[in-house]
T-cell receptor
Framework: AQSVTQLDSQVPVFEEAPVELRCNYSSSVSVYLFWYVQYPNQGLQLLLKYLSGSTLVKGINGFEAEFNKSQTSFHLRKPSVHISDTAEYFCAVSSSGSRLTFGEGTQLTVNP | GAVVSQHPSWVICKSGTSVKIECRSLDFQATTMFWYRQFPKQSLMLMATSNEGSKATYEQGVEKDKFLINHASLTLSTLTVTSAHPEDSSFYIC????????????FGPGTRLTVL
């Protein structure tokens, strides 16, 4: 079985500040890790993914994440956020290449 | 990237009626599609896996007779909510993997169902 824990349900930050959204996972096998963003009343858009190789993954919109196997974490970071980054962010894990298991989500609110 | 569409984007229906939601992969073929539901301020919960040409696989606790899934072609899966009740009101999202790499899924924009 696999599970995902997003440690913060809400993260308020000011514009141009750095942000980190935390994600921890548990799985008994090798995993693939994802971060998705969801804007209100829309589907999910893939920000970035870790499948294999380099543990530092760069995604769209200036986001990056680092896979830490020993700490079973995959935290999402951005050095300087914009108002337009305000959205819900979901961490997800997949093993054996099939179903995705999502975390509870983190609402990022960027204030001017 | 690949494009997945859903229709309708929102629907309001009366209690006891049935509602069909379509999920289409526009520029690729998908032998498998996934259906999720999302309650307000909550995460996505996988309801079922739709398989082209065979029966869908439902997650534990999901009533297969209430949520009918038909994967009629390699680009279309439908979810029918039968005898809908207010508690079925939710945001329904489908996804489809492109190619043989199941973990690279592309998501539809979602369908907001409101049952009165």
């Amino acid at each position: 079985a696999q599970s995902v824990t997003q440690l913060d349900s809400q993260v308020p930050v000011f514009e141009e500040a750095p942000v980190e959204l935390r994600c921890n996972y548990s799985s008994s096998v090798s995993v693939y890790l994802f971060w998705y963003v969801q804007y209100p009343n829309q589907g999910l858009q893939l920000l970035l993914k870790y499948l294999s190789g380099s543990t530092l993954v760069k995604g769209i919109n200036g986001f990056e994440a680092e896979f830490n196997k020993s700490q079973t974490s995959f935290h999402l970071r951005k050095p300087s956020v914009h108002i337009s980054d305000t959205a819900e962010y979901f961490c997800a894990v997949s093993s054996s290449g099939s179903r995705l298991t999502f975390g509870e989500g983190t609402q990022l609110t960027v204030n001017p | 990237g690949a494009v997945v569409s859903q229709h309708p984007s929102w629907v309001i229906c009366k209690s006891g009626t049935s509602v069909k939601i379509e999920c289409r992969s526009l520029d690729f073929q998908a032998t498998t599609m996934f259906w999720y539901r999302q309650f307000p301020k909550q995460s996505l919960m996988l309801m079922a896996t739709s398989n082209e040409g065979s029966k869908a696989t439902y997650e534990q606790g999901v009533e297969k007779d209430k949520f009918l899934i038909n994967h009629a072609s390699l680009t279309l899966s439908t979810l029918t909510v039968t005898s809908a009740h207010p508690e079925d009101s939710s945001f329904y999202i489908c996804s489809a993997p492109k190619g043989s790499v199941l973990h690279e899924q592309f998501f539809g924009p979602g369908t907001r169902l409101t049952v009165l």
